[in-house]
């Protein structure tokens, strides 16, 4: 039974000596109050918000367009297209996607993450005979994933095919 307020003692010592500085040893760390930022913190840049604007022409086509405020980081939107599809006399909307997010690198460039998609309602088959036959679609999901450097107020083109063109643009809103 006595073994084990020695053993106390011992244990307590060798904690004791090992949080003591060593002659000619590495400095302690200093202790920073609680809240209290780090010694070699930078400065906090102030928030700001970003419109993006993307644009996609196609042939034979006015362009389209979409815009979004947001502040850095992640950004997401669904919404419907004002054209739907017909199919058997009933209008199947199209959803449009976009999502991604912007982080700023300085005050002139971003590294800019997104994703523009579409559904497209496609027939899958048909159910019924004569007159009454009806038919079953479904949707698949299209688009474009990238990540990319930009220039804040300078517009790009992204991607081009013989479909068409889309391109961004980045504006920093400081107001």
């Not at 739907?84 to 005050?107: C, R």
């Not at 698949?140 to 068409?164: A, C, H, R, W, Y």
């Amino acid at each position: 039974m006595k073994t084990y307020p020695l053993i106390l003692a011992t244990l307590l010592v060798a904690f004791a000596c090992q949080s003591q500085p060593v002659p000619g040893g590495p400095p302690m760390p200093r202790l920073l109050p609680p809240g209290s930022p780090p010694p070699a913190a930078m400065p906090a840049r102030e928030p700001v918000n970003y419109l993006i604007r993307v644009e996609w022409k196609e042939p034979k086509s006015d362009p389209k367009s979409l815009e979004l405020l947001t502040t850095e980081g992640n950004f997401n939107l669904d919404t419907l297209q004002k054209n739907s599809v017909k199919i058997n006399n009933n209008d199947i909307p199209t959803t449009l996607k976009f999502s991604g997010s912007i982080t700023a690198l300085n005050d002139e460039k971003g590294r800019l993450q997104l994703f523009l998609g579409r559904t497209v309602p496609y027939v899958t088959g048909a159910v019924g005979d004569g007159p009454n036959a009806r038919s079953s679609y479904s949707q698949m999901s299209v688009g474009l994933n990238s990540t990319f450097i930009v220039k804040f107020n300078k517009p790009m083109t992204i991607q081009t095919d013989e479909n068409g063109e889309i391109s961004v643009l980045v504006k920093r809103v400081e107001d």
